[in-house]
């Protein structure tokens, strides 16, 4: 069992920076890959970055390539993600998830089989 704990959401307006957080226990997720996720309301969850088990390896979502980073750190058992130049579209409740049986950056969504909580974020315009 992995239990994934989200932090550092918040409201922030448009143009600013948010760095979440996901904090894992009760197993290491330093050879599992990790993903970020976000939800809006009335809209299906959508994944918006990746990262390899090695970290070397990330990938995102055309909505937020050049703006959201990915980020691990092993001995942490943590995961962040850098959310830069943030715009009002991008008010969703942030999820991060784990792929225990897969290493690289973009594993079938179906995949990932442990869940944080998530966090809300909020841009004002």
Same mark, same amino acid.
């Given at each position: ?7 550092? %959401?918040?409201?922030? +307006? !448009?143009? /600013?920076?948010? =760095?979440?957080?996901? *904090? ?5 997720? #330093?050879?599992?890959?990790? %993903?970020?996720?976000? +939800? !809006?309301? /009335?809209?299906? =969850?959508?994944?918006? *970055? ?5 970290? #070397? ?17 092993? *001995? ?50």
């Amino acid at each position: 069992q992995v239990q994934l704990v989200e932090s550092g %959401g918040g409201l922030v +307006q !448009a143009g /600013g920076s948010l =760095r979440l957080s996901c *904090a894992a226990s009760g197993r290491t997720i #330093s050879r599992y890959a990790m %993903g970020w996720f976000r +939800q !809006a309301p /009335g809209q299906e =969850r959508e994944r918006v *970055a990746g990262i390899s088990w090695s970290g #070397s390896n990330t990938d995102y979502a055309d909505s937020v390539k050049g703006r959201f980073t990915v980020s691990r750190d092993t *001995a942490k058992n943590t995961v962040y993600l850098q959310m830069n130049s943030l715009k009002p579209e991008d008010t969703a409740v942030y999820y991060c998830a784990v792929a225990g049986r897969y290493g690289s950056s973009w594993p079938p969504i179906s995949e990932y089989d442990y869940w944080g909580q998530g966090t809300q974020v909020t841009v004002s315009s």
